[in-house]
């Protein structure tokens, strides 16, 4: 089983629509939790980062963690084509010094 | 947020020859650096976390031998390719954060290509 896993896609949206994105971790003793979003060449950039149970929302993104289900959600409201993109989750451990683990993204394409 | 400065974005280099890669961040000291690569479409492998001042620790398959990365400041980590092969032709990022609680924050990326 891999540490961080999400689904590829790619996840295809038209636009205005809400976009769910999930991402499932296997190391219960994860801690932080964060979305990354990489334009194709480009380096990934910070979304949101979530420590707690719950949601947390900024803006038109709406992170949510439930970690006795070992899952986290990003939702994108209101979808835009500039939203295209792929979106990386990612987890940190105490227990693995810190490290960052990603998942292998999901590819989100937004149709006008 | 905070600033990451990767540097070079692109490089070419001939089979066998070194390549250094800076990773610096501007604005805040990065207590841990980490590096990673990323194969056309598929997600960024952790290769190492570097701690300032301390060894490099590398991920299971990693070579360190060929892959040498030196801490030596807060705000400087390098990663240098030593006799680079076409197979390791990859787009090379690093990450810096300044505690294990807060999130790290992205470089540019290297484009590297062996010929």
């Known amino acids: 089983q891999k540490e961080v896993e999400q689904n590829s896609g790619p996840l295809s949206v038209p636009e205005g629509a809400i976009a769910s994105l999930n991402c499932t971790y296997s190391d219960r003793g994860s801690q932080s939790f964060f979305w990354y979003r990489q334009y194709s060449g480009k380096s990934p950039e910070l979304i949101m980062f979530i420590y707690s149970n719950g949601d947390k929302e900024d803006g038109r993104f709406t992170a949510q963690l439930n970690k006795a289900s070992q899952y986290v959600s990003l939702l994108i409201r209101d979808s835009q084509p500039s939203d295209s993109a792929t979106y990386l989750c990612a987890v940190a451990s105490y227990n693995q010094g810190g490290k960052l683990i990603f998942g292998q993204g999901t590819e989100l394409s937004v149709k006008p | 947020g905070a600033v990451v400065s990767q540097h070079p974005s692109r490089v070419i280099c001939k089979s066998g020859t070194s390549v250094k890669i800076e990773c610096r961040s501007l604005d805040f000291q990065a207590t841990t650096m980490f590096w990673y690569r990323q194969f056309p479409k598929q997600s960024l492998m952790l290769m190492a976390t570097?701690?300032?001042?301390?060894?490099?620790?590398?991920e299971q398959g990693v070579e360190k031998d060929k892959f040498l990365i030196n801490h030596a400041s807060l705000t400087l980590s390098t990663l240098t390719v030593t006799s680079a092969h076409p197979e390791d032709s990859s787009f090379y990022i690093c990450s810096a954060r300044d505690s294990v609680d807060t999130e790290a924050f992205f470089g540019q990326g290297t484009r590297l290509t062996v010929v």
């Open positions: 570097s701690n300032e001042g301390s060894k490099a620790t590398y």
